[in-house]
Every structure is written in C-alpha cells, then in structure tokens.
C-alpha cells in the first residue's frame, strides 16, 4: 500500500510503501523522496512520480495508491486507467492516520529503517486544538511523515487490524539506531527475535537456580535432621 504526499514547488514529495505481514507486523518497506529541482525552478516533475508508481506496480503486487488531494486529480486518473488502484486520502482531515502510526509504535507491530529525516518530521509534529496533527514550527516540514503515516493507515485499514489511539508512541522502537537498512524489515525482526531469545534463556537460567537453590536447602535440612 502507498501513500504519496505530492508537492510542485519549495517542498519535498514523498512516497511510502509499508504491508502487512502473516505475523501481524506491519513492515514499511522503503520511502521515496524527490526534491525541488533549482534547474527547472525548484520543482518537482510530478511525471516522473506517476512513472515511479507504474513501476512498482510492475514488481509488486500493489493494493492501493493514495494521494493527498494537491493536484492529484490528473495523476489518479491515469493510474486507474493504467490498472493501478489509486484514489485521494488526506492525512490532514483529521488524526487517524497518525493515531493508527502511534497505536502500532506501542504495541511494537511495526517494523521500519531508520531515517533521520522521517524522525526529525515526526518528533517536530505536535496536535493543534482542532486535534489535527501539524508541525511544531513554521521551519518544521511533514512530507515524509506524511507518506509514512498515509500508507501504514491503507495497510492496517483494508486489513481491519487496529482501531484509532491518542498514546504516543515511542520513535526508538521504531528505529534503533543500530539496524541498517534491508528491503523487508528481516533485520529489524532478527533483532527482535534475539532479545527475546536472551530474555527466554535469562528466565531458564532463574529457573535453574531456583530449582538448584532449593536442592541444597533441602540437603542442608535432612543433614541437620
């Protein structure tokens, strides 16, 4: 599932693609960024985005693209003529984009790369009175955070998984500093996999001397009887 975060102008545009897995997990795979180009007027050819998705659609099997509705009309279009299901999604009508994002963050279902401008964006986010989420600052952007949140919420809502939470989540879980990046999260999981495998054998090993422990207090009695 993708969700794309169109820009022209000054701004980023961003595309994420995240899935599902049979374990439960949801797994962003990869996140694509194209940059105003100074060349062309510092902006962003939205042909070659349009191109990027036919692509993907080539090698993955993809459910759903959706768009936050800034000039995206054209791009839908197309797509769905081409035989890509594609329609409009706004993560800034409301919260439940972000919601979702926070719930899988604190029940440790979702598995991602680290990547230092998607944490900036996340960490500059902040909920206005309204209860809609925007940025921190007039300085703060939230392209890529958008496109991450966008897709994780395709995923999760054609799966019927979870519902909506205001919890915050914790970014570290997220993205440990010291996994590097793979194509399908494997790391990620592999290191998840070993600490509870460390945490399985340290409860064996309380165990074990528990059992040990009483042995020889039992010995020590029947000795002193």
């Known amino acids: 599932y993708i969700h794309v975060d169109l820009a022209v102008t000054h701004n980023r545009a961003a595309l994420c693609l995240s899935h599902q897995e049979e374990d439960g997990l949801i797994y962003v795979d990869f996140i694509k960024i194209w940059e105003p180009e100074p060349s062309v007027g510092r902006e962003?050819?939205?042909?070659?985005?349009?191109?990027?998705?036919?692509?993907?659609s080539k090698k993955y099997p993809i459910g759903t693209v959706s768009f936050d509705g800034f000039q995206s009309a054209s791009i839908i279009q197309r797509l769905n003529t081409f035989g890509v299901k594609a329609e409009v999604r706004s993560v800034d009508r409301n919260s439940e984009a972000y919601d979702t994002l926070k719930e899988l963050l604190n029940t440790r279902r979702l598995v991602g790369h680290h990547n230092n401008l998607l944490v900036k964006e996340l960490l500059g986010l902040r909920r206005n009175?309204?209860?809609k989420i925007v940025p921190s600052s007039n300085n703060s952007l939230k392209d890529i955070a958008d496109s991450v949140a966008g897709s994780i919420r395709l995923s999760v809502k054609e799966q019927m998984l979870v519902g909506s939470s205001i919890q915050v989540g914790e970014l570290n879980e997220l993205f440990p500093p010291n996994?590097?990046?793979?194509?399908?999260g494997n790391m990620?999981?592999?290191?998840?996999?070993?600490?509870?495998?460390?945490?399985?054998?340290?409860?064996i090993l309380f165990i074990s001397f528990f059992v040990v422990s009483s042995t020889v207090k039992l010995l020590v009695f029947n000795l002193i009887l």
């Open 44 to 56: 962003i050819n939205l042909d070659d985005i349009e191109q990027y998705i036919k692509e993907l």
């Open 188 to 203: 990620a999981i592999k290191a998840i996999k070993i600490k509870n495998l460390i945490y399985f054998k340290l409860f």
């Open 179 to 184: 996994i590097s990046p793979s194509t399908n």
């Open 129 to 131: 009175k309204s209860g």
